[in-house]
Nanobody
Framework: VQLQASGGGLVQTGGSLNLSCAAS????????MGWFRQAPGKEREFVAG????????NYADSVKGRFTISRAYAGNTVYLQMNNLKSEDTAVYYC?????????????????WGQGTLVTVSS
């Protein structure tokens, strides 16, 4: 299993970024996918998840209305569109493959992790 995340960078408060996660080595529509993040000195936390078919998604309260998760079966890619970014969104963002077909919010439900991509939001 490989999860290759990209798209991080430096952006000003209120700006946008679109993260991508290219997945390979497994049957893409067998599992839910998600994004977690870890800020310096903090624990890794759930950001967003999407079920196997792309029909259901869930979000952390802190990002609802600002972030959108999606998945494309042509290319086996998961996206995280992040709008109206805030300084508290600064973190390393990790792509995740869940154990099951439906999304969860716990890191304990993740089978595989990507390598992470750094998002820095400056004021």
């Amino acid at each position: 299993v490989q999860l290759q995340a990209s798209g991080g960078g430096l952006v000003q408060t209120g700006g946008s970024l679109n993260l991508s996660c290219a997945a390979s080595g497994f049957t893409f529509d067998d599992n839910a996918m998600g994004w977690f993040r870890q800020a310096p000195g903090k624990e890794r936390e759930f950001v967003a998840g999407i079920n196997w078919s792309g029909s259901l998604s869930n979000y952390a309260d802190s990002v609802k209305g600002r972030f959108t998760i999606s998945r494309a079966y042509a290319g086996n890619t998961v996206y995280l569109q992040m709008n109206n970014l805030k300084s508290e969104d600064t973190a390393v963002y990790y792509c995740a493959k869940f154990l099951r077909a439906f999304s969860a919010t716990s890191a304990a439900e993740v089978r595989s992790w990507g390598q992470g991509t750094l998002v820095t939001v400056s004021s």
